[in-house]
């Protein structure tokens, strides 16, 4: 028995050796077994297991070296065939837009107060004096949910305040809300009686869209 002990010691030694993890060191945090390790690595290789250990990947290789490196209380995940990947940090994206929206008035992702706002998009107005009066203005980049403080409102009325006659289309950082002035709306036809569209909606707030019965342009300043 203490030979056939020796042996076994011997063997495991070996396969951590093999699996690249010495004996003195702490066993796997956790450990994932007979998947489909799809490992993007230079050659685009398949393994199946997976060891991971203080929060890093620590082995890539086959079931049982994995195994091998599992201490007493580390979970032994079996992935029965499925497929383990790296994850996707980006998804897509949107190289085409992403360098349109340079050439736009641009609010960078920042976290604004409503005037740190307004300062930002009068700025782009007064350097492009030329557009006025019926040029729209478009604005990009808009962190609507990051706005300061915290659940601050934006109504028409946000870009009613600024000194021009142009519309005005902020759209916000996720491109799917936007806020316009109310020259914009005129010009769109949009009021409080306007059908929302199958996939969409306008806020109807007091402030936030036309009077059903509004047809005459707003005055210019």
Sequence with gaps: ???????????HAVVLALAG???????????????????????D???EALAVRNGRIAYVGSSARARAVAGATTPVIDLQGRV??????????HPLDGGTVLLKCNLDYERLTVAQMQSR???????????EPDKWLEVTNWFREAMLPN???????????????????VMSSFGHTALV?????????IT??????????????????LPASSRTPPSRR
């Design 1 to 11: 028995m203490p030979a056939a002990r020796t042996d076994w010691r011997a063997a």
């Design 21 to 43: 993890w010495s004996a003195s060191a702490a066993p796997a945090d956790a450990v994932y077994v007979n998947g489909y390790v799809y490992t993007v690595d230079g050659s």
């Design 45 to 47: 290789s398949v393994q």
């Design 84 to 93: 383990l990947m790296p994850g996707l940090v980006d998804g897509h994206m």
């Design 121 to 131: 998009i009068q700025t782009c107005l007064d350097q492009t004096q030329a557009a």
């Design 151 to 169: 659940g601050v409102a934006t109504t028409r009325a946000t870009l009613d305040r600024l000194k021009t006659r142009r519309p005005i289309f």
């Design 181 to 189: 002035n109310t020259r914009a709306l005129h010009l769109a036809n």
């Design 192 to 209: 409080a009686s306007t059908p929302d569209p199958p996939t969409g909606g306008s806020t109807a707030s007091p402030r936030g869209l």
